[in-house]
């Protein structure tokens, strides 16, 4: 058996290669997809818990974020596509409107 | 067995996150992505969690992917990325800053006390969707409000405005 704290690791590089991608790419869908790949990395640490404590609380928690996720990609990308529209450019240096 | 098979899938899932967050082309990013949800999927699998193997593929491959190529082909993009970074020096403390945090969980994830297991396997598919609406009634019946507001909500922003 695999011991739980080896899908842990693995969970744990994959929300940090998340966070670099969040910090260094552009294109905000790319940085979409990076916030996805934090989610699943989270998931997976869910699931490792919840396979180590023998309950299924782990995996219910995991379908409500998919749930979630899901929600937010669609608000996410219509609002990605309305900004497009307006400003007819594809990056989030352009969006410092509310920088303080 | 298991941890040749755990070890290949893993390295598959971080090879391809890399592929994800350092290629340029953002379709080559999305199509990253799904081998990496697919082998998250695996993941579930090895782990008795075969209702989330399979919703991954269905609701994350299958939907949320659609959703990402459909916008990457609609917006066009990949022109942006291609010209020198204005804020460079700051985009490479991104590196230092995700080791730093990389360390910082994984030193948790070591230290932490493994809980003892309570020795029973967790169900399948019948064990979830008992618990689903048994326990969490009340979250699943939200869930289901919170896909109608999203709805409304992305058919009001992608509405034309009359100008």
Not at chain 1, 9 to 25: D, E, H, N, Q, T
Not at chain 2, 37 to 45: D, E, K, P, R, T
Not at chain 2, 86 to 98: S, Y
Request: aromatic share 8%; proline share 6%; hydrophobic share 60%.
């Amino acid at each position: 058996m695999v011991p739980e704290t080896w899908y842990l690791a693995l969970s744990v590089a994959l929300f940090c290669i998340g966070v670099v991608g969040v910090i260094i790419r552009r294109n905000p869908l790319v940085i979409f997809m990076s916030i996805e790949l934090m989610l699943n990395a989270a998931n997976l640490a869910f699931v490792a818990f919840g396979h180590r404590q023998g309950s299924n609380d782990g995996q219910a928690v995991v379908f409500f974020v998919m749930a979630v996720a899901a929600a937010e990609v669609a608000v996410g990308l219509a609002i990605i596509v309305a900004i497009f529209r307006v400003r007819r450019r594809l990056s989030v240096d352009d969006l410092s409107l509310m920088r303080w | 067995m298991p941890h040749v098979a755990f070890v290949l899938i893993a390295l598959v899932a971080l090879g391809s996150a890399l592929g994800l967050v350092l290629k340029r082309n953002p379709i080559h990013g999305a199509l990253f992505l799904v081998v990496n949800l697919g082998c998250i999927a695996a993941l579930y699998l090895t782990l008795g969690a075969e209702f989330l193997a399979a919703a991954q593929v269905i609701v994350y491959a299958g939907a949320i992917m659609v959703l990402f190529v459909f916008a990457i082909m609609v917006l066009i993009p990949g022109k942006e990325e291609t010209g020198p970074d204005p804020r460079r020096p700051w985009r490479v403390l991104a590196l230092p800053a995700g080791l730093i945090l990389c360390m910082l969980l994984a030193a948790y994830v070591v230290t932490v006390p493994p809980s003892p297991s309570s020795g029973v396997p967790a169900g399948g598919v019948e064990a979830i969707g008992r618990l689903l609406f048994t326990d969490y009634l009340f979250p699943f019946e939200l869930t289901s409000v919170l896909l109608l507001a999203a709805m409304v909500g992305v058919l009001l922003l992608a509405r034309r405005r009359p100008s």
